[in-house]
């Protein structure tokens, strides 16, 4: 009988005693904060050209520098901290729960309907996630519904097959059989039991490919495919940095901290997730 | 095994004909054609008109695509539509630097990420833990641009260790691997923080475990619980990974390759695009859904030997 | 291990030494044309340029047509009407590999070539040849329509002037375009998609036997890649970056120089007339004088960019250097823009390539109309699927950049004939559906008084600037930068071929 369920206010204890995800949890939602507070602390309009100050160094007017249009990063960080949260939560998000969804269904169900989704993934899966995100863009055209459409495809094909060998392996297990015995309906089981089982394994690989997706914007701006100017993005700083990293480095180390930062916390918040919904317990 | 094998290649056969049709539907979606890059930006619309025709890309789709079809059923992947050079030639020129790197990736990533991921589980929450997860973070953060060019600065420019432009200029054995040692760590470390947080988290699962704890509890050695009886159980999310990472390698391959300056599939298959080479484009994806389908074999394989739960059939 | 891997990259650093190979990094993924006649990128056009020859020659280093010298033609005269051109060839000159001797055959092979459009991307050109024939073998005449006062540009080792060997051409077909045969300083080896082309010294050049025994031309398109590259003194010579920092940067370098070279690319904003609201005039110079050259100028660098002096580049045959361009002034800007019916601004479109440094240019303009209320939106797209779209007249405005055949003529009457206009058969790149010269453009074409023709081209100027067809914004100089221990031989101040020219004096110490 799966535990999940029954040790919910102890797994919530168990998570707030857990030092890693508090620390997670404070970084996320403050990077959230700076994002939505962007209009009232950005010290500087991010698209304000300033032709006397091009890649100036960090100083105490500009903390972060400023970037080939003489814009202040700082100001460009914040505000693209809006843009790139969004792009990777909403894709994320989208690729995560048609994934999973798709996947557990292919993994309980069996026969053909494995058998047809397995082949759709099959598809999917060969193309290298890069060149089909760069295919879906050129074919859209780059717009932010687009980005995020692009990605969230991408993450699509991951999600089922870790959520469809997942749910293979835990179909043998016990306890799917006792549900079937005691005549829950299948989804009850799909859903109720089989997804909390293997939450774990889709919750670590969603936090880690939150930190794909905010990549794979700034690698679709690199090869010129990004969200288009002046808009700022993490990825795009990072891409416009990169022309001047050897003259102007901050340029580009600023905002990939920025991506470190969110990457840690979301992970932080993965693992302390794992630990409090482990239907097992500490160890 | 045979059996399993071969009937895997022929259930392929269906996904690469999806594979070459999304393909080319999607690049003759997308604007424009390759007679601009064939007679320059100074041609003129029927000079550009005219060339269409003699490529026959002025046919109904469905023609094209029959053709195509055709040639692809007879072994043929044509040519060039840019260069004229035969696809398979391009293909056989880049194939090995993109087999070399991606297996040398994920040595690296394997190599560097389980043992990572083993200490992150039995330190947990100690310092041991938090530097092994913020380490194998900072691959998956850096842009593959940014962090190859660190990479080259400190280890290429500075120490003079490795060249700048990472393509053997000589055949031997040395110069290879000299030119592989920086796009491969490159590549490598996106895929260690993935291997290691699978690890580490089937790991803190697997010695949870009742029979794991039951060994524990005989007394066993913890070094031979960890290594011998709860890695197996890692294994699976592992080979998972690796398995969908083969993909995810050759795509982001390109941004290395693009660094680096090695020749690559995935760097052709950008170029191919870039300059709406549709006959080379096809040929090449043919080519690169063709080795994932074979990675997909082989993970399916090693299901078998690491999970006997899983069976293979 | 390491001092393995170390041993690695000192064998490495020694071969080319040995060998006294010419290492040079230029800024693309791939060359795609080494066929002369279709080669029109940066990338293709320097490899060309060391592997053929014309029957004259820009003098290496310089852009000039009036440096033209003698190539493969020793001497020649003109008739008196101007029409008939003579060129005496040079006596055993061989093509590469196998493939002979060249004769007057190959030149009136070659230049029969150049003016068909079903080969040569240059055949608008030669619209004014009327035969070119070949007498004995060493020598060809030319008769011309009309008088073409810049004939010798025609037959000069650019664009459609090179000398192709007709044997190659017609045994190689299709495979020419990437296994080139000419008769210059050096000959093709070997091509490696997305990796180098490898030229070899040809021993029996006509001018002598090259210093150096082969040229290795990497390609690598990443500029900081490029630039660690040179650093790291892997690369010889290296294609540089229009920004001034990068030329100060390399600059500081003790063992470095840096080349900064015409011919300038002009980058001209069009203005499409057929897009509402900019068919109103006033629209079009309001986003004239809200656009400053000079700031575009000051965020490039004065060493790399320089402010153009009317809509086609600095010196060329027929430039007007005191065109009267609308001077910058936002007021006026906005002035217009309110008697237009727009007081509160208005939105524009452009379809913008992702390629960076038209990206950085265009980002540029963006802020300088901001400051007018004019919003400047950028739909920004991959290179090849921004040409298709500015040919199908989908883009409001349309940056381009580009260098031409340094005669008037090319330019206005690609950028600025109606004849010219995208969605036309005829159609080049004419994005402003401007139509206010043609008279004068079609008129200078076949004038044959050289004043009579650049009072013509002069006049065709003006209207188009007061039609506001486009705004110039800036142009951009060709930045390049090599190690002092190669001597090109001469003195590198012009690429006409957008690179080096590798001559057989070019020397490696």
Redesign the interface.
Known sequence: MSAALASAPSAWRRATR???LVVGLAVVVAVVALALAAPWIAPYDPNEQDVLSPLAPPSAAHWFGTDFFGRDVLSRVIWGARISLSVGFLATAAGVVAGTVIGIVAGYCGGWTDRLIT?AT??L????????G???V??LGPSIGNLILAIAVTAVP?FI??AR?ST??MR?RDFVDACRALGFSDLRIMFGHLLPNIM??VV??AS?WL??AI?TE??LA??GLGVPPPTATW?GI??EG?DN?LDAPWL??FP?LA??AV??GL??I??GL??AT?P???? | MIQFILKRLL??V???V??LT??FV??R?????PT????????????R??LRARLGLDRPILVQYLAFMGEVATGDIGRSL????PVLE?VA??LPYTIELTLAALVIGVGIGVPLGVVAARR??GLADWLA??VS??G???????S??LL??VF??EL??????S?P??G?L??R???L?LPALNLGLLMV??VT??T??GM??A???DYVRTARAKGMPGRIVVWRHALRNVL??VV??VG?YL??L???A??TE????R??L??????A????DYSLLQGL?VV??FA??IA?VLTDITYGFV?P??SAS | M?R??????L???A??AAAKTLTIGMAA??V??LDPF????TQDKPVVSWIFNGLVRFKPGSTSLETLEPDLAESWTRSEDGRTWTFRLRKGVKFHGDYGEMTADDVVFSLRRAAD??SS????DYAAFETVEAPDPYTVRITLRQPVPSLLGLVANYHGGNVLSRRAVEALG??F??KPVGTGPFAFTEY?????VRLTANPGYFRGAPKLDGILY?L???D??RD??F??G?LDVVYGRQDQRWAERFAREADVSVDIVRPAELALLHLNAAHKPLDDRRVRLAIASAISQDQIVQFKGKSVTEPAVSIIPKGYLGTDDKAPLPPYDPARAKALLAEAGFPNGLTITAIQTSLPTMLTAMQIVQGQLKKAGIDLKLDV?????????I?KDMSDVVYYA?A?FPVADTYLT?FFDSA?T????????NFSHCSGADAEITAARTEANPETQKALWKEAQRKVIEQVCAVPLSEGLQVWAHRRSVDFGYDFKGAIHLGPVITEATDKK
């Not at chain 2, 840019?82 to 050079?85: H, I, K, Q, V």
């Not at chain 3, 393995?4 to 990259?9: K, N, P, R, S, T």
């Not at chain 3, 995208?422 to 790149?429: E, I, S, Y």
């Open positions: 857990s030092p890693g082949a099959d598809v899966l060969s193309f290298p996630q890069l060149i089909m760069l295919l879906l050129a074919v991951a097959r870790i060998g293979l392996a043998q774990d394994e670590v690989l880690l930190a794909t990549r700034s690698t690199f090869i990825g990072v891409r990169f990293l580009s180390i990939s991506i470190l990457m840690i992970n932080l993965g693992d794992r630990d482990d097992r317990g500490a160890p | 259930l392929a269906p996904t690469l999806a594979v999304v393909v999607l690049v979606v997308v604007p424009g054609d601009i890059v064939i007679l320059g930006d100074q041609a003129s619309e029927a000079a008109a005219d840019t260069t004229n050079r391009d020129h880049v947990r929450d997860r913020i973070l900072a998956v953060s850096f842009p593959a641009f940014v190859g060019i080259l600065i290429a420019v003079r260790w490795f060249p700048v432009i393509t200029r000589t031997s040395l110069d691997l000299g030119a040692v923080a993935y947080r699978v580490r988290s803190l699962k010695l949870s475990e699976v999310p998972t990974v969908l993909g995810v050759i795509g982001n390109v941004l693009i660094v680096f300056n020749p690559g995935g760097k052709l298959i950008v170029t695009l870039t300059q709406r994806m690169s859904a994932i389908v997909n999970d739960r899983v | 390491r393995l891997f170390f041993a690695g990259a064998i490495a650093a071969c080319p993924a791939d795609s044309q279709r080669a029109t990128t459009p079903k991307s240059f055949a608008t299709a495979d375009r990437l490696r998609p997305n990796e180098s990497r690598i398109p990443a900081a890649a660690l590259a650093t790291s892997e797209v991959d290179h090849q699927t921004f040409h298709a779209q040919r580009a031409r690609q010219s995208v969605g036309k058969p005829g159609a080049v790149t």
